[in-house]
């Protein structure tokens, strides 16, 4: 995955990034960091709690979910957690957008054993219960309404969430969902990234 450096341009290879991301990285065709990722990716990847505005298609995704993938990566679970209790938390204000943040993280992180998994509103609801409940999933791309179902039934238990992420607030603000991503993030640990 060896990058020719160039004048002003941060390579992935350039972060300590595990070498299965790294392989994802190079067989996406990424090279160069964007903008928004050679901003963000110092301080995501040192723990840092970041915000983030930039264009759509500027890399903003792929941006937390290295993060995510390399923190889960790097910090192994010493015991088995139960189902339904994710690491990393990704609330997306619409069905499409998370489901692409899902695929996104499953073409990044294809050579990782870290799962990921969307819950969405207008598909199955025990089916993506089952899936939940399989086995532990490392990261949860979930729609605010439906993430609530799942939390009133007692199918999810947000209570090891690790890094939480609110992709496009600004929609979801628009889309009057704040009183539920409130009540999401009160059932996530005070300390997270």
Do not use: W
């Not at 070498?19 to 990847?45: D, K, N, W």
């Not at 957008?97 to 025990?126: F, H, P, S, W």
């Amino acid at each position: 995955f060896d990058v020719t450096p160039e004048e002003g341009k941060d390579r992935f290879q350039d972060f300590a990034l595990p070498l299965p991301l790294l392989r994802g990285i190079h067989e996406l065709g990424y090279q160069f960091c964007t903008p928004i990722q050679s901003a963000v990716l110092p301080l995501s990847l040192a723990d840092y709690d970041v915000t983030g505005q930039a264009q759509t298609g500027t890399g903003k995704t792929a941006a937390f979910l290295i993060t995510i993938l390399t923190h889960c990566f790097e910090n192994p679970l010493e015991h088995t957690v139960d189902p339904g209790c994710p690491r990393a938390l990704v609330l997306a204000p619409t069905r499409e957008l998370a489901l692409q943040i899902e695929g996104d993280a499953k073409a990044l992180g294809r050579y990782m054993e870290e799962r990921t998994l969307a819950v969405v509103g207008g598909m199955d609801l025990q089916r993506q219960k089952d899936k939940l409940h399989a086995k532990p999933v490392d990261l949860l791309v979930a729609t605010p309404g439906r993430l609530i179902d799942f939390i009133n039934r007692r199918d999810v238990n947000l209570r090891h969430v690790e890094i939480l992420v609110i992709d496009e607030a600004d929609r979801m603000l628009d889309m009057g969902f704040v009183p539920d991503v409130r009540r999401i993030v009160y059932q996530t640990p005070p300390k997270r990234k």
